[in-house]
């Protein structure tokens, strides 16, 4: 059912088991996660573009920019902190899902991720442990190692942002 699995009808390809087929599983949430979290990152960029100063448009123009090169030139160099802050954001986000696979799957705290785990996520896996056989102690350590792989991944792209801007 459903408008994609109709046209993959269409093309001769068949329905897919978006929800049911752990290979495919993956992908369905990468859709709905694409879709959700495009608004965000628009306002994020809206307003990096609405930041950058029209003197620097100007001068590209005098020095006979067309608009494709005051894209590549002025517009993503002067976007490149937001480039940074939705990609760290992502990152911390694709870490911390919840409530997105959860739904997806119809979890409940006995049975979590969907088939054969396809959507299991640290969270889900911290929220199972702790709610369905109430070891909240081991749900609290696996949030603890989960917060600081965050912290070190987080700090790995502040540093590697950092040796970028040097060189």
């Known amino acids: 059912m459903g408008f994609i699995n109709t046209a993959l009808g269409w093309l001769g390809i068949g329905h897919v088991q978006w929800l049911n087929d752990p290979n495919v599983m993956l992908y369905s949430l990468v859709i709905v996660d694409a879709w959700a979290s495009v608004g965000f990152n628009m306002l994020i960029f809206l307003g990096g573009m609405k930041n950058i100063p029209t003197e620097y448009y100007d001068a590209a123009k005098i020095d006979g920019a067309n608009k494709f090169q005051e894209i590549i030139y002025v517009m993503i160099p002067q976007l490149e ?22 739904i997806l799957t119809q979890s409940t705290y006995d049975t979590y991720g969907g088939q054969q785990y396809g959507l299991l996520f640290p969270v889900m896996a911290m929220m199972g442990k702790a709610f369905n056989g109430l070891r909240f102690g081991y749900a609290t350590a696996y949030g ?14 502040f540093s590697l942002r950092r040796q970028q801007s040097t060189d």
């Open 81 to 102: 902190p937001m480039f940074f802050l939705t990609i760290v954001y992502g990152f911390i986000s694709a870490l911390q899902v919840f409530d997105v696979p959860w």
């Open 144 to 157: 603890m190692l989960l917060m600081l792989f965050i912290l070190v991944l987080t700090l790995i792209q």
